[in-house]
T-cell receptor, first 113, second 112 residues
Framework: SQQGEEDPQALSIQEGENATMNCSYK?????LQWYRQNSGRGLVHLIL?????REKHSGRLRVTLDTSKKSSSLLITASRAADTASYFC?????????????FGTGTLLAVQP | SQTIHQWPATLVQPVGSPLSLECTVE??????LYWYRQAAGRGLQLLFY??????ISSEVPQNLSASRPQDRQFILSSKKLLLSDSGFYLC???????????FGEGSRLTVL
């Protein structure tokens, strides 16, 4: 079963705008990660945030984590057409089999030029 | 540097036929290995993962199986394919104790 649910399922914005995607999960976690997938390709890791962190930045990416609400958000600032892709959150469960990384359902982002 | 190879990239198979998808990793030792399946427009479903040679953990029942005959080789198999086995299969690896997964380019399976 999937651990995370992304919201919205699809998002369409104009180039230069910011894009915000949300992820909710069910169990306690060690860390939460965000991945990007271009159509028909493998996933590429974007950023990892640990359970004791609240915010992390990487270039135009900003990730927040609220463990009390079991939710995370990914913000892409000043979006570009090349940011068009699907974005997934993934979690390593705490206290369980930490070898498993469970993915959410994904948000399909379309950035219009 | 580490690389991951997956093949075949595309496969069209009749119902009831066998399946073998192969994944190999180069440039690292003793990785954790994973097989995921992605249905069209959906998220990733974890099928199997392995922490060492001959050690396979299954997340889903059904007619798929996995094997790890060598440290950096992971094989997904089926004796008889079902229509519902169609999808995009992704192999991935990560080092023990670290978080980031590295994915292959995927194998698209269509069962007719």
């Amino acid at each position: 079963s999937q651990q995370g649910e992304e919201d919205p399922q699809a998002l369409s914005i104009q180039e230069g705008e910011n894009a915000t995607m949300n992820c909710s999960y069910k169990t306690s976690i060690n860390n939460l990660q965000w991945y990007r997938q271009n159509s028909g390709r493998g996933l590429v890791h974007l950023i990892l945030i640990r359970s004791n962190e609240r915010e992390k930045h990487s270039g135009r990416l900003r990730v927040t984590l609220d463990t009390s609400k079991k939710s995370s958000s990914l913000l892409i600032t000043a979006s570009r057409a090349a940011d068009t892709a699907s974005y997934f959150c993934a979690t390593d469960a705490y206290g369980g089999a930490t070898n498993k990384l469970i993915f959410g359902t994904g948000t399909l982002l379309a950035v219009q030029p | 540097s580490q690389t991951i190879h997956q093949w075949p990239a595309t496969l069209v198979q009749p119902v009831g036929s066998p399946l073998s998808l192969e994944c190999t990793v180069e440039g690292t030792s003793n990785p954790n290995l994973y097989w995921y399946r992605q249905a069209a427009g959906r998220g990733l479903q974890l099928l199997f993962y392995s922490v060492g040679i001959g050690q396979i953990s299954s997340e889903v029942p059904q007619n798929l199986s996995a094997s790890r005959p060598q440290d950096r080789q992971f094989i997904l198999s089926s004796k008889k394919l079902l229509l519902s086995d169609s999808g995009f299969y992704l192999c991935a690896w990560r080092l023990q104790g670290t978080g980031e997964l590295f994915f292959g380019e995927g194998s698209r399976l269509t069962v007719l």
